[in-house]
């Protein structure tokens, strides 16, 4: 099993980036998905989680209103939609796949990982 994370790249203050998230090896489309993110020096933190269906989602408060996560259960893809870029926005950002418990901001629960892809942020 495969998530392989794309999109990430260096982008100035208020711009957009779309982030995608591909799985393979197995279907995720009973399962939730998730991005996290790990800035220099910090704890991976939860960014956004989306159930099953697409009709629910879950975002950390620094991103509510900018960050929009999607998915595509035909092509068991996660994305990540992100606009009005902040600086403190930099970090690698990672894709999760299968949240084993109703407390998908915790790291801890998730299944399987992807890579990673990097996002920065000037100012």
């Known amino acids: 099993v495969q998530l392989q994370a794309s999109g990430g790249g260096l982008v100035q203050a208020g711009g957009s980036l779309r982030l995608s998230c591909a799985a393979s090896?197995?279907?995720?489309?009973?399962?939730?998905m998730g991005w996290f993110r790990q800035a220099p020096g910090k704890e991976r933190e939860f960014v956004a989680a989306?159930?099953?269906?697409?009709?629910?989602?879950v975002y950390v408060d620094s991103v509510k209103g900018r960050f929009t996560i999607s998915r595509d259960n035909a092509k068991n893809t996660v994305y990540l939609q992100m606009n009005s870029l902040k600086p403190e926005d930099t970090a690698v950002y990672y894709c999760?796949?299968?949240?084993?418990?109703?407390?998908?901001?915790?790291?801890?629960?998730?299944?399987?990982w992807g890579q990673g892809t990097q996002v920065t942020v000037s100012s």
């Open positions: 999760a796949a299968q949240c084993l418990s109703s407390r998908c901001q915790t790291r801890d629960v998730w299944g399987y």
């Open positions: 090896g197995r279907t995720f489309s009973s399962n939730a």
């Open positions: 989306i159930n099953w269906s697409g009709d629910y989602a």
